[in-house]
């Protein structure tokens, strides 16, 4: 069983968003537990002040470091990196973190603990990614308002590689990025009918050939790719 555990000013956030799909049904399974809790219950002042100004001047807020390092220090027994249990995971979302790759997804799934920090306005105490998290992740490159949309896709994509969280286990080995793609995109998919509004189906697809149709997708899945995503490409 992985338990998640979302470290977050807004737990209502998560209100519904895991109850839908493979998630709810990783839950229900007893794969997963997921658990958003808030930040200023860390607070010991009367007004739960979570945020300050920054030193140096500048605009906007800096999230304190005092009620994170307490949170993580509740939920995973450590405040610091070098103390926490190799099977634990201490994550920072935040747009200065290394991008999430399905590899490092994967690596999440494996773990026992995955504890997810949102960070929010300006940014956090760096005091936080230096000493306490084990992973500080960003899920692209552009900034949102804060880590609570990228802590909802480091779950989503985190889950469903929980072993028995999809129905059929060869859509995760032949999906796009899986190792079996050899880096590549997924191929294109059809389905009913084979012609709509005057687009149809490719031919081969229809024929019942194995070979063949697995030539194709390959094909495809590596036109698509060049187009698409070159980046992939040149890795190799
Ligand atoms: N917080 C703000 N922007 C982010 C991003 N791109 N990834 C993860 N967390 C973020």
């Known amino acids: 069983m992985l338990r998640v555990d979302i470290i977050t000013i807004f737990p209502d956030y998560f209100s519904e968003v895991f109850d839908y799909g493979i998630i709810r ?3 229900a399974a007893g794969l997963v537990s997921i658990q958003p809790h808030d930040l200023r219950s860390w607070t010991s002042d009367k007004h739960h ?3 300050d100004r ?47 790759t399905q590899s490092i997804a994967s690596d999440f799934a494996k773990s026992e603990q995955l504890i ?44 469903r590689l929980i072993p028995g969280a999809l129905g059929s286990e060869t859509s995760v080995t032949t999906e796009s ?4 793609s050899n880096g590549s995109l997924d ?11 005057g687009m149809r189906v490719p031919e081969v697809l229809l024929t019942g050939h194995h070979g ?9 899945a590596e036109e698509k790719t060049k187009r698409n995503r070159p980046d992939l490409l040149k890795k190799e």
């Open 49 to 51: 002040v979570v945020d």
């Open 25 to 27: 049904r990783a839950c």
């Open 116 to 159: 997810l920090i949102c960070g929010r306005y300006e940014g956090v105490d760096e005091r936080v990614a230096d000493a306490l998290v084990t992973d500080e992740i960003s899920i692209g490159d552009y900034v949102l308002s804060g880590g609570e949309p990228a802590a909802l896709v480091v779950v989503d994509a985190t889950v």
């Open 187 to 197: 191929y294109p998919h059809y389905t009913r009918p084979p012609e709509f509004e």
């Open 177 to 180: 990025f899986s190792e079996a």
């Open 54 to 100: 920054p030193f140096g001047g500048g605009d906007g807020m800096v999230l304190k470091p005092e009620p994170i390092f307490a949170a993580v220090e509740s939920l995973a027994g450590a405040r610091r990196r070098e103390n926490i249990a190799a099977t634990k995971r201490v994550v920072l979302l935040s747009p200065q973190g290394k991008r999430l």
């Open 212 to 220: 063949e149709i697995a030539r194709w997708r390959r094909d495809a």
